[in-house]
């Protein structure tokens, strides 16, 4: 975090929008205040498309909201820009490919704990003690009672 902090700092970042979530999930507190505060000739900086988003379909509904807003992306480690059509069909090439590389990993991943499982070493977690069930449970009611 701390260095793709310095690169959007070094990059001349005005305002840097920090998310506490996964990039992997579409409806991100900080997105949807990056997308309400961008304006007509921002650019919206990140320094890895993967901080962005993690498939195809939410990187371009992403980019595309921001163009709707008259605002332009840059990608720091790969110094895309979208400020021309070219950069925006390397955008959509490159979103396509790093969601490709991602199936790759989460197959070969299935296919090291099928392997695992058949050999007896991969057990999955440890299943979740009675008192610690016990515990999240009264969490829980006790949450939903606040909120009332």
Known sequence: MAAQLELLNKAGCHEIFKEKV????????????LL???????????????RLARSTKDLLNIAEAI???GADL????INLDTKSPTGQLMLTMLAAIAEFERGIMLERQREGIDI???????????PINE????????????HVEAKG
């Open 131 to 142: 008192a610690k069930l016990q515990q999240v449970q009264k969490l829980v009611v006790s």
């Open 36 to 50: 309400a505060y961008i304006r007509k000739g921002d650019t919206v900086t990140v320094s890895k498309l993967d």
């Open 74 to 77: 840059e990608v720091l480690n």
């Open 67 to 69: 163009k709707k807003k």
């Open 116 to 126: 695992a499982k058949a050999d007896g070493k991969y057990k999955g977690r440890k």
């Open 22 to 33: 996964s990039g992997s999930k579409a409806d991100r507190p900080e997105l949807k205040k």
